[in-house]
């Protein structure tokens, strides 16, 4: 299961997410370090529109600070996966073309045009130790 972030989220924090990710899309399969056109191509399952106001900053456990999503994000989905895909979900910026977070979710067939109901997901920065 891969996961990835942008060297953006790297040198600016989860803000960067919450400021810059305005489309959220379930991926049938992701290598890190795909690029933009990647995400949004063959491997694209659904997409939904994302705001600033998607996003919530809090804290985490200990000084740790998380990003959650939005829960109740849904689509229909555009393409089918096979039995067993590796699903993930990126978050881009589609206005300077960057994938800027990905994460795995539970993998289960996609069927076209079936509804997909994006989880809330959280993103924790943690404090180095």
């Known amino acids: 299961m891969a996961k990835w972030v942008h060297s953006d989220v790297l040198d600016n924090g989860i803000s960067a997410i919450k400021a810059n990710a305005n489309k ?7 290598t890190p370090g795909d690029s933009y056109s990647t995400v949004n191509g063959t491997s694209k399952l659904a997409e939904v529109a994302m705001a600033s106001g998607d996003y919530t900053l809090g804290s985490g456990s200990g000084s740790s600070r998380t990003l959650t999503t939005a829960a109740g994000k849904s689509a229909t989905a555009s393409a089918s996966s096979g039995a067993s895909p590796d699903l993930h979900i990126a978050f881009v910026d589609t206005v300077n073309s960057k994938v800027l977070w990905v994460t795995d979710v539970q993998d289960q067939a996609v069927a076209l045009n079936n509804p997909v109901n994006f989880p809330p997901l959280v993103y924790t920065a943690v404090q180095p130790t």
């Open 24 to 30: 959220q899309v379930l991926l049938k399969a992701y």
